[in-house]
């Protein structure tokens, strides 16, 4: 109660413009782009898609009348044993005309043992094996080198399917024209293992279920999950496929986006993955995935700015304006607040950094029940009790996480470490050094 007291008569003491002056990365940044922008767009998605019911069904309608096929296509090194569970989601799905391609690359576990009692069995189609790896983007190439399907649904090899989850991916292929990809809403598979996959939860549902519906609406997405995306096939051959390197997922959104074809992101279709379970695997994803964004939105998408390229358009130059101003430039504006507060409110620091974790708790708190307005009832009974680890969301997300994106745009920038990441085989990384 006294510290409530506390924070009370602090704040009368000051006038508005003192409070911006301290607390202006929230004011001016955090707060229009991540809580304004929430509240505006989530209810127009919702009004949207109550406005688009009927055409949702006859969308529907139209999808199980054609019944085109396809293709499930799942690439993966040692990921053995998931595929039976994979593979068994995929059988439960409403829609049922799926074409399924597993690739084993370069496995050294019994991923091969598995994946030819699969076909034994019939459960799949087609599966093929890399005797030496060759990443992911080559897997998943090899896929929809032999795939037959109209539409093509890239997912990770841990990913488990909700039963409808087919059937609304494709859907919005068929309600509007020029539809490249959508995105399906992924969530953490694993959510009760320990706190870091709670805390991964909370994070998945902020970032990628409101943060993509925010971003579907304002035409800005730049990115569809690995875990679960599909696409139509045609366009994938156009773009000859994946391309190698760490942030493969955002950069063939924007290749697409750059021939015009539209990216969406569709909330109902719900798939599950599994999240790093320890601090030392959690650090090794992010700094692989923080690292692409200069790699490909700095280097190798950057004409997508240019209003003298003779492709340029508004929506696309927005997509990547927005992901390299709000999560890479303003990554860097701790290192100049935390300078500020030392220099500034040092006889208020205490104070002025409990304000600060008040404030990013109550965004947080603010995005968790907006995930929960937009996803209605397919929240599950541990996605219901995660409102628990909120206070602890903003030294997860404002201090560990930004940490590491910090380190990784530093190693890239000035190191190009994603060329040296093992995530790739080591040939492959030096052709692209050597390309580069």
Known sequence: ??????????????????????????????????????????????????????????????????????TVIAPGKNEGEHLPALVESIK???????????????????????????????????????ERRGGKAAA??????????????????????????????????????????????????????????RLQALEYLKTITVGRIVSSVLRILRIIS????????????????????????????????????????????????????????????????????????????????????????LFNALTVLDNIFFNFILDFKWIIYMFQLIFFFKMSLFTVSLVNYLLYMSLNILEYFMARIALGDTFNRSEKSLWLFLPLMPFYTGVFLRSVRTFSYIAELFFKASFYDKWNPWKVSKMIRDEN
């Not at 084993?104 to 890399?130: C, E, H, P, V, W």
């Not at 795939?147 to 068929?174: M, Q, W």
């Open 226 to 313: 690995g875990a679960f995306g599909a696409f139509r096939r045609d366009v994938l051959l156009r773009l000859k496929g994946w391309d190698v390197g760490p942030g493969l997922d955002g950069d063939i959104v924007l290749r697409m986006r750059k021939l015009r074809f539209k990216v969406l992101h569709e909330p109902t279709a719900i798939a599950y993955t599994s999240v790093p379970t320890t601090v030392k695997r959690l650090i090794k994803q992010r700094y692989r995935w923080s690292r692409s964004l200069v790699r490909f939105r700095l280097r190798r998408h950057r004409d997508m700015l240019s209003p003298f390229n003779k492709n340029f358009e």
């Open 1 to 70: 109660m006294n510290i409530i007291v506390h924070i009370v008569n602090w704040f009368l003491n000051h006038s508005l413009g003192q409070l911006i002056f301290m607390f202006w990365p929230f004011f001016f940044f955090d707060l229009p782009r991540f809580v304004l922008l929430d509240i505006l767009c989530v209810p127009i998605f919702l009004f949207q898609r109550w406005k688009d019911r009927y055409r949702v069904r006859d969308a529907k309608l139209a999808l199980f009348r054609e019944q085109p096929l396809v």
């Open 140 to 197: 998943a190439n090899l896929s929809l080198r032999f795939s037959k399907g109209k539409f093509v649904v890239h997912l990770d090899a841990d990913t488990h399917l909700r039963e409808d989850a087919i059937e609304n991916v494709i859907f919005p292929f068929y309600m509007q024209d020029g539809v490249g990809a959508v995105g399906g809403d992924v969530r953490v598979k694993n959510i009760d293992y320990n706190l870091l996959t």
């Open 92 to 130: 439960q799905q409403t829609y049922k005309n799926i074409e399924i391609i597993l690739v084993d690359d370069g496995s050294d576990d019994d991923t091969l043992q598995i994946l030819r009692a699969l076909r034994r069995q019939g459960l799949i189609d087609n599966y093929f094996r890399n």
